[in-house]
């Protein structure tokens, strides 16, 4: 089993409602999903001086909540010409159980997919080197980086702003 599938699979089952369920206060049962340790806006990981010139442009931060309601940042151009919706890049953190996911295959040196690399970042880190993405591990919690741009970032500054935020989390 590589990496990614190690991965892939922790993230199916968490989005598939491996989460702790609360009852709403009307209406009906609401699942909820455990977030890693991280506490920080994830807006406030990287900054307009990092970001423009990875996104060749000034990009409005919107944070907001992914698909499984944890944290996360969109930062769009507005000059972009991207469907509404898609941001140039997003910072998203993981829930607990697939930071643990991420973090024991880390640690078990899982060997990469073909198309992944293994970064020292944090405590931890993986680069898909086909679709701008990396996960990074700090401590016992895990965030995702993606860019989204029609010009896709290379590795190389994918990396140097996922070292940005991995260092303002530490």
Not at 22 to 47: E, I, R
Not at 94 to 115: M, N, R, V
Not at 117 to 143: C, E, W
Not at 144 to 155: A, C, K, M, N, V
């Amino acid at each position: 089993m590589t990496l990614a599938a190690a991965t892939g699979v922790l993230l199916s089952l968490t989005a598939c409602g491996q989460s702790d369920k609360q009852p709403a206060t009307t209406g009906p049962t609401v699942p909820t999903v455990t977030a890693a340790g991280f506490s920080k806006d994830p807006c406030s990981l990287l900054t307009s001086a990092e970001l423009t010139p990875a996104l060749g442009g000034a990009a409005t931060p919107a944070p907001g909540v992914n698909a499984l309601g944890l944290h996360k940042c969109d930062w769009t151009r507005p000059d972009e010409n991207l469907p509404e919706g898609i941001p140039d890049l997003s910072l998203s953190y993981f829930s607990a159980a697939t930071s643990k996911a991420f973090a024991d295959a880390i640690h078990q040196h899982l060997p990469p997919a073909a198309d992944e690399r293994q970064l020292a970042i944090g405590d931890g880190a993986v680069l898909k080197t086909d679709n701008s993405i990396i996960d990074v591990l700090v401590g016992n919690s895990v965030f995702r980086l993606t860019g989204y741009s029609q010009h896709p970032l290379s590795d190389d500054t994918l990396t140097s702003l996922a070292t940005a935020a991995a260092e303002r989390l530490a």
